[in-house]
């Protein structure tokens, strides 16, 4: 049986990188391919120089500190200790949540790759290579690594599945890489007009924007895969936030929450300790109950519209990257602006969402994916 490796982003802290991958998976799978994804730890070693860097800070000013200023210090990072070892162990429990869900569903290789460490077979092993869906082309997650291009590999071998760049334009120190790299990639996609718009400009390329891979399964396939929540309440408003909940944001959820006679449960919250440790599985049995869902994540409108589930999505607050251009892309080609937090003006618009026009649009979207997976997988050969 012919092979494909998907590359990606492994985050085990992340619902729709799971749900992504699984779907990319599953897709390819339809094929009659067999499929694992390839697991890349090229951003680790960034991410342990971010870390040590603010323990150097940390020490830095604690020894510019007077004598009893330090005292102060240390018995307030007592209390931070045990704040941090109670919020530990709820993050455990829901690191341990997503590696059971990535155990039982996603296929992937008992090695590791890393920029510099790509085994020198590797790209004999697969007749394809996939790269996507999620932000691997985003150089403020991965720094512009080269295995995220599939450079390792024949050209004939490079294709790339509903990628994001998760920015509308792409830093001048990565352009050169990016155009060369891009230019050299067999078949291009993308999961948002901006993104074909990049390519466009660098390479002079028209790239396919295909939808994300997790609507390409069925509402039966996501719920084969889903997990009843422990002590889920019967009615209630759900949010998931990426961004944080600004004081603004927290106002209309309680107003709405209050008005309406329903629970709140906070997926993104620690605060929320028994939502907080949801794996994959419990995310999709959330959104799919929901009275209504409140967030800024491009994976929670994707599952509110294959469940029909009353949605509102707001732009996101902090320092994370704006995702603006993936949600735009979504509304507009599923022609549910309505759902934008802005266009919201009363209490009957939040649950009445017109879904009756989705369906014919999703299975367009659907086609037109197969279809650039068929050409670029030379399916006709089977």
């Known amino acids: ?8 982003i492994n985050d085990y802290n992340n619902y729709g ?13 339809s094929f009659g391919y067999s499929v ?37 210090h240390l018995n307030k990072s007592v209390n931070l200790k045990i704040k941090s070892t109670f919020y530990k162990r709820i993050y455990l429990g829901r ?5 059971g869900f990535t155990k039982s569903y996603i296929k992937e290789t008992d090695f590791k790759i890393f920029e510099d460490n790509v085994p020198v077979d590797l790209a004999n092993e697969y007749d394809y290579f996939i790269t996507g869906s999620d932000q691997v082309w985003n150089p403020n ?30 830093p001048a120190d990565y352009v050169r890489n990016y155009k060369i790299w891009l230019s050299e990639m067999e078949h ?24 994300d891979p997790t609507l390409m399964l069925t509402e039966e396939k996501w719920l084969s895969v889903s997990k009843i929540p422990t002590n889920k309440p019967k009615k209630y408003l759900l949010t998931y936030f990426l961004g944080g909940i ?44 929901a009275n209504v869902f409140l967030t800024d994540s491009f994976h929670g409108c994707v599952f509110s519209i294959l469940f029909n589930t009353p949605f509102i999505v707001f732009d996101r607050d902090g320092k994370l990257p704006s995702m603006n251009s993936r949600i735009d892309t979504l509304l507009s080609t599923f022609k549910l602006e309505s759902r934008l937090a802005k266009n919201i003006k009363t209490n009957e618009q939040i649950f009445e969402v017109d879904y009756s026009h989705v369906g014919p649009i999703l299975e367009a979207e659907r086609n037109k994916a197969m279809n650039y997976l068929k050409t670029a997988l030379s399916v006709d050969e089977f």
């Open 1 to 8: 049986m012919k092979k494909i490796g998907i590359l990606t």
């Open 141 to 170: 997650f991965r720094k512009g690594s080269s295995i995220d291009f599939l450079t390792f590999a024949p050209k004939e071998k490079r294709i790339a599945y509903a990628p994001s760049f998760g920015i509308s334009e792409i």
């Open 188 to 211: 291009v996609s993308v999961r948002e007009v901006a993104g074909a718009k990049i390519i466009k400009d660098l390479t002079g390329r028209d790239a396919a924007v295909l939808v």
């Open 36 to 72: 694992e994804t390839i697991v890349n730890t090229s951003n680790i070693k960034e991410n342990e120089k971010n870390k040590l860097s603010k323990a150097v800070s940390k020490i830095s000013i604690i020894k510019n500190k007077s004598f009893n200023e330090f005292f102060m």
């Open 246 to 289: 600004s004081k603004d944001k927290k106002k209309i959820i309680l107003e709405i929450a209050k008005k309406n006679d329903l629970e709140i449960v906070n997926l993104g919250q620690l605060s929320n300790q028994v939502a907080y440790q949801a794996g994959p599985g419990e995310f999709i049995n959330y959104i799919n109950s």
């Open 95 to 99: 690191l341990k949540a997503f590696k």
């Open 17 to 29: 990188n799971r749900l992504q991958n699984y779907a990319s998976q599953e897709v390819l799978k």
